[in-house]
C-alpha cells in the first residue's frame, strides 16, 4: 500500500493546475461525494439544533479571486473552497460555514466539530493521494474498468462507491485511490475466473442500502438547488410549479408512477424496484441541468449536476417539453430582473 502523505498548498496547487478543467471538478465531486457519505453515515449533527441541507465546493478555488463564476463565502466573509450549508431545527435558520466555524457561528460542541474536521481532513488526505498518483504518472485503469462493465460486474451494483468513482474519473482519466484500483483489479480476477459470487439476501440487503443512501444524497442535492433558487428569486408559487415539473419530467415514458418519498422506504423494496427509484431521482436532477442551462450564477450548482449525473454514467439530452420550457422561462424571467 502506497502511504498517505499531505501535500503542502503550494505542490497541491501546482499539480492541480496541471489539470484539465473537467479533471478538477471530477476530483471536487469526488470530495463532495465522500464528505456527503461521512456526513449521513456517522450523523455528525444529530444532537444539535442543526440539520446538515448540502455544501458545495468551489473547484477553482485554488486561483483565488481570477477563476470564472462565483466564489463561496462563510457567513463571516471568508473566502471558502468547501461551504457547508446547515439550517437550525428550531427557528428554520440557515447558515453557510466554513469546516473551522461550526462551533464559532453555530455553537456546535467542539468534540463534534473536531470529529466533521478529522473526517474531511482524511477525506483531503485521499485526495492529496490521487493527485500524488497523477504526477507520478499514473493514469485510470481504463482496461480493467472496461472488462468489468462487458463482463457484468457491476450489475446490480450500479450504487456502489467503486463504480461511481470510476465512472467519474474514466471521463476525465484520472488516476484511482489505490485501494479502489486493488478492488477493481480483484473484480477482474474474480470475473475471469468465474469465480464471482451470486448475491446473498445479505449483500442484496446492503445494496439497497448503498442506493438508498445514494437516493438520500441526490434528494438533498435537488433540495439544495431548490432553496438555492428561491433565495435567488424564485417565488413560491414558482418554485413549486419548477418542482412539479422536475417530478413530472422524471416519470415521463415510466408504466408506474409509484414514488418514494423518504429514503428509508428503499431498503423494503425489491432491488429492481429500488434501483428503479434512483433512475427517477437521477432524471429528476438531470431536470434541473436542462433548466439552468448556461446560467453564470447557477454555474457551480450545474458543474456539480453534471459530475453527480457522470458519476452515474447519466447523459443530459435536450427536451422540448412543457415543464423544460416552463421551468426555463421562469430561470430566464430571474435573469432579466437581476
Known amino acids: 500500500m502506497e502511504k498517505l502523505v499531505t501535500l503542502t498548498v503550494k505542490h497541491r496547487r501546482e499539480i492541480i493546475q496541471k489539470l484539465t478543467p473537467r479533471q478538477v471538478e471530477a476530483l471536487s465531486e469526488f470530495t463532495r461525494f465522500t464528505i456527503l457519505s461521512k456526513f449521513h ?21 485554488h486561483q483565488a479571486h481570477s477563476h470564472h463564476g462565483e466564489n463561496l463565502y462563510c457567513d463571516c466573509g471568508r ?31 467542539e468534540k463534534v466539530a473536531k470529529e466533521i474536521q478529522a473526517g474531511v481532513n482524511e477525506i483531503h488526505l ?21 472488462y468489468a462493465v462487458k463482463h457484468g460486474g457491476f450489475i446490480n451494483r450500479e450504487s456502489t462507491i467503486l463504480y461511481q468513482r470510476c465512472q467519474l474519473f474514466a471521463n476525465v482519466n ?19 475466473s468465474g469465480t464471482r459470487p451470486r448475491l446473498t439476501k ?6 439497497k442500502e448503498t442506493i438508498a443512501t445514494d437516493w438520500r444524497q441526490l434528494e438533498q442535492q435537488l433540495t439544495l438547488i431548490q432553496f438555492q433558487l428561491s433565495e435567488a428569486g424564485v417565488t413560491g408559487q414558482d418554485l413549486h410549479r419548477i418542482k412539479s415539473n422536475g417530478i413530472n419530467y422524471a416519470l415521463q ?12 422506504e428503499i431498503t423494503d423494496l425489491t432491488l429492481n ?9 437521477l ?23 453534471c459530475q453527480s449525473l457522470a458519476a452515474h454514467h447519466i447523459s443530459v439530452k435536450g427536451s422540448r417539453s412543457f415543464g423544460v420550457r416552463e421551468a426555463q422561462k421562469i430561470i430566464e424571467e430571474l435573469s432579466d430582473v437581476s
Open 41 to 61: 453515515t456517522r450523523h455528525y449533527l444529530k444532537n444539535t439544533d442543526w440539520q446538515f441541507i448540502g455544501m458545495m465546493i468551489d473547484p477553482y478555488y
Open 174 to 192: 484520472l488516476p484511482l485511490y489505490q485501494t479502489d484500483e486493488l478492488a477493481l483489479r480483484q473484480l477482474v480476477r474474480e470475473l475471469k
Open 283 to 305: 432524471r429528476e436532477l438531470a431536470f434541473y441541468a436542462l433548466i439552468l442551462g448556461d446560467e453564470e450564477k447557477f454555474s457551480l450548482q450545474q458543474a456539480q449536476i
Open 126 to 146: 485521499y485526495m492529496d493521494s490521487i493527485l500524488q498518483r497523477y504526477a507520478a504518472g499514473h493514469s485510470f485503469p481504463h482496461a480493467a474498468f472496461d
Open 202 to 207: 445479505k449483500q442484496i440487503l446492503q445494496l
Open 79 to 109: 473566502r471558502l473552497k468547501n461551504q457547508f450549508i446547515l439550517r437550525s431545527r428550531s427557528s428554520g435558520r440557515q447558515l453557510r460555514l466554513g469546516i473551522t466555524h461550526f462551533q464559532q457561528h453555530a455553537s456546535i460542541p
Open 273 to 281: 424496484k429500488a434501483r428503479a427509484q434512483l433512475v427517477i431521482k
Open 253 to 264: 415514458r415510466r408504466k408506474s408512477r409509484f414514488l418514494v418519498h423518504q429514503w428509508k
